[in-house]
């Protein structure tokens, strides 16, 4: 279960076997597209048979009788572009900026050499809208990411507008669940299709260009209903570079009633050290290039405990005398952090071109991760939480091959592999599982006194999956894609609550596999796509008009009675029936219509399809329940694909040469969402809960981002979101809770704020300064309150949602100096994150709606044992991460 999974030989055939047959297929866009008008500088005729061309990358086209020409498949970056014709001086534009899945418009007047027989060389100008943004998406390049403080892709995330922070770290998209987000890696999808994360991470020093939409996006993209994240790593180039970073710190707070220990300046409690090397390998040819880059990252943490038992220390309060109890203590009273982690990460690209439009790429990740997950329980005793291990890899092989100047394909095949592990021990018969008897606590307001985490839990996912991309642009409007893409995915799982046998001595054990306590699963579902695009260019319009289509087989089983899910009722030798496959259409259409030469207006609709996370899928394989009560869940293999459609109109408006804004309005209907259904078995009294479409929803809101550049030393970026998002629930499991509580709660029959409802947001970004000398970046974000249910000792006394938590406040900052010194580049920087030290309240207590006091005082009684009552109720993990201050270093050439 737990070695690293190797597609077969058979596999990897049949993949390339189909790849074969394959008419035209498509891949998610990672390149952009210059295009414009030649034309004489002197008489602005159009410059007919005009040779345009970007060095660096060695491609170029020619103009045609109207002086038109395009350039195709350039890989997004800053370029300088070459007009040249005979007759004619050659003029060279530089700080051409190209961004993926959009076009670069760029227009070059030539002198003739009559006028001048030097070399023309012209800025170009700064785009502030794109005339072909036909719904909501940002890109940040290489260069904004260097002057942000922002460690990986998911920092940038959380930067963008329209996404909102949940109270556990999780990212909800446009009012979308967290799970609705498609992550892409150099076009191909890195989601991990059992949780909806991104199965690796790109560190922010790998990142030539992120690009974020969070509008209806074109029917290249599918498997997700809120945003879709799609990432560029950076190439090798021409030029040998290298760069050497390290870092360290520690959080410095004043919050030391909050946070154990964090009084405690340790400067290398949090560390980092990461390089890079890039350029060409010229002793095989020039052709040939590299990028390669490492990280390994360590955080001490700020959430910690206090070593004073031991898990295998005992207690007994059974005698109604205090003095009388007996409290085993053989800690050492040493803080022990309970939320520490550790980071490692390994990348190399490799890029081969060869005449004729031909080029090979390779790009492998790795990554391995350790961590702790801080439980409040146990605070004073830290050892006996679980150790967590996750580690992930993924290659991805390009071929693209250039037909004719206007039309290219790209064959793309991707293998990736993530595995997740959660134990405390390694080995489940390790001697140092103790007695469960010794996890025990005294009332409802006390922390353990001994014992640990019995539970083992392994995953692994891998996915292999075959792309072949044929772009064509058909004529100067029409940029036609086509394509189907094929992946088949194994998901595997092994989890067990270890069990103590008496009859062998209070020995660990495992139990057997019909036990409710031990589940395992091996399943290898299957998806395929087609899709066909059309980005009609005119000179007052642009469509984007695409059509998707869908197929999945989880290749699972469902009951066929739900009464008896696993037969054993009627002692049926067939009780279970194959998931029927699922298929759907998917339209897509996005306008862009210029109103004025610096305005354009967008609307997009789109319908989009995504299937559930599989861990909602495949849960409890063996259909088995607890009897006497409603504790067990049950996945369903036959759930059908979860339905948005979105509709948004916007306005993208340049008010000077410095300063543009965009306003957008958007609409979401929800529906199929994943849900849960209460089944009673055919034994009164035996319940179970079963994963069904049923939930809905809807969001509704207005975008604001504006964008200025006020001089050559300061710029900044400002977006304001304003979003209502409700439905009948938040998450799957509510009916199955309501229906556990005490008493049972009746579900909710209308639509109330969901969890991550949150009204209000703005994010800022000022930068000051000159990137080759000194810069300042501020990052800030302002958040209003998200909802919470009010409870008075566990019973609503509001509607579901009702109350509102205190709003949040963020402030990042980085400042850098740069020295040149011997050929090479020395910058030394400070970061800062919560420059202001802000405890922001994440979770609350619901009787006050506050994360710093609680009722309970009043109605708890007298609360006596190993700890006082407000020591229980003082919960450091309710508020955000405290300030941390990190000083760095860095050198490079």
């Known amino acids: 279960m737990h070695k690293l999974i190797v597609p077969t030989l058979k596999s990897i055939r049949s993949l390339f076997l189909f790849i074969a047959f394959a008419s035209s297929l498509m891949f998610a866009g990672s390149t952009g597209k210059i295009s414009g008008k030649i034309t004489d500088a002197s008489t602005g005729e159009p410059m007919m048979f005009a040779n345009i061309t970007i060095p660096e990358l060695k491609i170029g086209a020619a103009s045609d009788v109207d002086g038109y020409y395009v350039i195709l498949n350039i890989p997004p970056g800053l370029y300088y572009v070459k007009a040249s014709m005979v007759g004619y001086s050659d003029t060279k534009v530089t700080g051409v900026r190209v961004s993926i899945d959009f076009t670069t418009p760029l227009d070059i ?75 892409m890696i150099d076009g191909i999808s890195v989601t991990d299709p ?107 943490g700020w959430l910690y405990g206090k070593r004073v038992y031991l898990p295998n220390d005992s207690a007994n309060f059974d005698s109604p ?20 982690t550790k980071h490692l990460a390994l990348q190399g690209k490799f890029t081969y071109s060869l005449e004729g439009g031909i080029k090979f790429s390779y790009n492998g990740l790795y990554n391995q991760d350790t961590y702790r997950t801080y439980d409040y329980l146990f605070k004073y005793d830290p050892d006996g939480i679980n150790n967590n291990y996750s580690y992930g890899f993924t290659h991805i092989g390009s071929f693209t091959q250039v037909i004719t100047p206007a039309t290219f394909y790209t064959v793309k095949v991707s293998n990736f592999h993530t595995e997740y592990k959660s134990y405390l021990y390694e080995n489940p018969y390790d001697s140092r599982y103790v007695d469960p008897r010794r996890l025990y606590t005294k009332g409802a307001f006390s922390f353990h006194t001994g014992g640990d985490n019995m539970n083992h839990f392994y995953r692994s996912t891998d996915a292999l999956v075959g792309k072949i991309d044929f772009t064509s642009q058909a004529n100067r409007e029409n940029l036609f894609k086509a394509g189907v893409e094929i992946k088949k995915d194994r998901l595997m799982l092994h989890e067990y609550l270890i069990q103590y046998d008496q009859e062998s001595g209070w020995k660990p054990l495992i139990p057997s596999l019909t036990s409710t306590t031990h589940n395992q699963y091996d399943h290898s579902p299957i998806e395929g796509a087609a899709y066909i695009q059309d980005k009609i260019e005119i000179e007052d319009i642009v469509l984007n008009i695409g059509l998707r289509y869908d197929y999945f ?3 699972g089983m469902v009951p066929l009675d739900p009464r008896d899910p696993n037969g054993v009722y009627n002692h049926t030798a067939v009780w279970s029936k194959k998931a029927t496959p699922k298929q759907q259409l998917s339209p897509r259409l996005g306008v862009a219509y210029p109103i004025t030469d610096k305005g354009v207006i967008h609307f997009s609709y789109g319908h989009f399809f995504q299937i559930p996370p599989y861990e909602f899928l495949y849960t409890n394989p063996e259909f088995e329940v607890i009897g006497g009560s409603l504790s067990s869940r049950m996945g369903n293999a036959n759930l059908n694909p979860q339905k948005t459609v979105i509709y948004e109109v916007g306005l993208q408006q340049q008010v000077s040469d410095n300063i543009a804004f965009d306003v957008t309005g958007f609409y979401k209907d929800l529906r199929n969402l994943l849900g849960t259904e209460i089944h009673e078995l055919y034994i009164i009294g035996d319940n179970y809960a079963k994963y069904v479409n049923l939930d809905y929803g809807n969001v509704r809101g207005i975008t604001f981002a504006m964008q200025a550049r006020m001089s050559e030393l300061l710029s900044f970026n400002v977006d304001y979101t304003y979003q209502i998002a409700e439905g009948n629930a938040s998450d799957p499991n509510s009916q199955f809770y309501n229906r556990q509580s005490l008493p049972p709660r009746a579900d909710e029959v209308q639509v109330l704020p969901l969890d991550w409802d949150q009204t209000h947001t703005l994010n800022f970004s000022v930068n000051v300064g000159e990137a080759s000398d000194w810069t300042i970046g501020l990052l800030g974000r302002l958040e209003s309150g998200l909802p919470y249910t009010p409870e008075v000792q566990n019973l609503r006394i509001e509607f579901q949602n009702s109350g509102r938590k205190p709003p949040k406040y963020t402030f990042d900052l980085k400042a850098q100096k740069v020295f040149a010194l011997f050929g090479m580049n020395y910058t030394l920087f400070l970061k800062v994150y919560n420059l202001l030290d802000t405890r922001n309240e994440n979770n609350v207590y619901n009787d006050t709606g506050r994360s710093g006091y609680s009722l309970v005082s009043q109605y708890a009684g007298d609360v006596r044992g190993v700890n006082t009552l407000n020591d229980f109720l003082n919960r450091p993990d309710y508020y955000s991460e405290p300030r941390k201050v990190l000083f760095g270093f860095s050198v490079g050439f």
Do not use: C
């Open 194 to 300: 059992y949780s909806g994360n991104a199965s690796v991470s790109v560190g922010s020093e790998g990142v030539q260009e992120f690009k974020f939409v969070s509008g209806t996006f074109n029917a290249e993209y599918g498997q997700a209903m809120s945003g879709v994240v799609d990432i560029v790593t950076k190439d090798g180039g021409s030029t040998f570079k290298g760069q050497v970073t390290g870092y360290t710190g520690d959080y410095v707070s004043s919050h030391s009633e909050t946070f154990m220990h964090i009084d405690k300046i340790n400067p290398f409690s949090v560390t980092s050290v990461q390089g890079s090397l890039s350029g060409p390998i010229s002793l095989l040819s020039d052709r040939l290039h590299f990028f390669l880059s490492a990280r390994q990252d360590n955080n001490e």
């Open 553 to 555: 087989d989880s290749r």
């Open 321 to 340: 005398d205090p003095t009388k109890w007996t409290i085993q203590q053989s800690g050492d009273g040493k803080f022990v952090s309970m939320n520490n």
């Open 109 to 183: 007047k030539i002198q003739p050499a009559a006028v001048s027989l030097k070399e023309v060389t012209i800025v170009a100008e700064r785009q502030l809208i794109r005339k072909d943004l036909t719904s909501s998406s940002s890109t940040v390049n290489a260069d904004q990411i260097s002057s942000m403080p922002v460690e990986s892709f998911q920092d940038i995330l959380q930067l963008q507008a329209g996404v909102v922070v949940g109270a556990g770290g999780e990212i909800h998209v446009r009012g979308g669940r967290a799970s609705e987000v498609s992550f």
